[in-house]
């Protein structure tokens, strides 16, 4: 499926490519601040829950209008919740428990390069070396940050059960990419949102209730709602909305590039929130993913 693009909308998407990760990032925050006070899977389950508790009542009489074309479109927007609220909802939070922030981090930035690969193979998608060479000097300032610019911590990278759970939720949020864009459907955006939503609270619920049975009980206290909440907004709703606008303006390929800034956004959030301190690496890395990006979309693929 091609980009859609418009005289009046050159900008726009652009802006979006930037402001999108912003609110995506926030979802280290839940990271590593709410998985200390509600289980992964829990937390993963009930974020999903309120996504679609809150936006039900503004598209439910479009669902409901349209739900001879539901039961058309069924087995794709399972796939697409299970995807992309089951798989990377919950991989993220369960491989925390088991991996560093600096694994994750890394095994991470591989989606967007599954994106390109599944998009060309699966699609067809045209990808030029200039979006390939950005997405390189995006891979290195990434790895920059994330690594403190020490080349050691690569040369002694050993994998652990939680890096794999990672590995999983890159291919799980590359595979939610390429279908979310090239699968038509006759729902608006927020209406498939909400169904999308719907599937994903409903693909973590065996997982929520084994991990209630017999890991972790979940408290159900002022703390967890204002976790949860958090999580279904900002890198739930406004995050997942804005993504899909950027993937109807620039294609895959080039919007699984907010990855990257992602990884940006991330550490300016640590140094902010969690006292991190501002190092030149950030600098170095950050400067190189901007550069990346910039590469990336300036010349368009051949």
Not at 34 to 52: K, Q
Not at 226 to 235: D, E, K, Q
Request: glycine share 8%; net charge positive.
């Amino acid at each position: 499926m091609k980009p859609f693009l418009t005289k009046k909308s050159n900008l726009y998407p652009y802006l979006l490519l930037f402001i999108q990760p912003i609110f995506m990032a926030t979802n280290i925050i839940v990271a590593r601040g709410g998985v200390e006070y509600v289980p992964p899977i829990s937390l993963a389950f009930w974020r999903w829950f309120f996504v679609f508790l809150i936006l039900a009542p503004f598209f439910y009489l479009e669902i409901y209008k349209k739900r001879k074309i539901f039961k058309k479109e069924f087995l794709k927007l399972f796939f697409l919740g299970f995807m992309g609220c089951g798989v990377c909802g919950a991989f993220p939070f369960i491989a925390g428990m088991s991996t560093t922030m600096a694994n994750m981090g890394i095994i991470y930035t591989s989606s967007p390069v599954f994106i390109i690969i599944l998009s060309v193979f699966i699609f067809g998608e045209k990808v030029g070396l200039s979006r390939i060479f950005g997405l390189i000097i995006c891979l290195i300032g990434v790895v920059t940050i994330i690594t403190k610019g020490n080349i050691n911590y690569l040369l002694n990278f050993s994998f652990t059960s939680g890096d794999f759970w990672m590995l999983g939720a890159a291919a799980g949020w590359a595979l939610y990419s390429i279908y979310l864009l090239n699968w038509k459907s006759s729902f608006s955006l927020m209406g498939r949102f909400t169904l999308i939503a719907f599937f994903g609270f409903i693909s973590l619920l065996p997982f929520y209730m084994l991990e209630q049975a017999f890991l972790f009980k979940t408290n159900f206290n002022l703390i967890f709602f204002a976790w949860v909440l958090f999580a279904a907004v900002s890198p739930g709703i406004i995050a997942f909305t804005l993504y899909t606008k950027v993937q109807r303006h620039l294609g895959a390929s080039l919007t699984g590039f907010t990855l990257y800034l992602f990884a940006v956004y991330g550490a300016i959030f640590g140094i902010i929130i969690f006292e991190e301190i501002l190092m030149p690496f950030h600098y170095f890395g950050g400067a190189l993913v901007f550069v990346g990006v910039y590469l990336a979309r300036k010349i368009k693929s051949s």
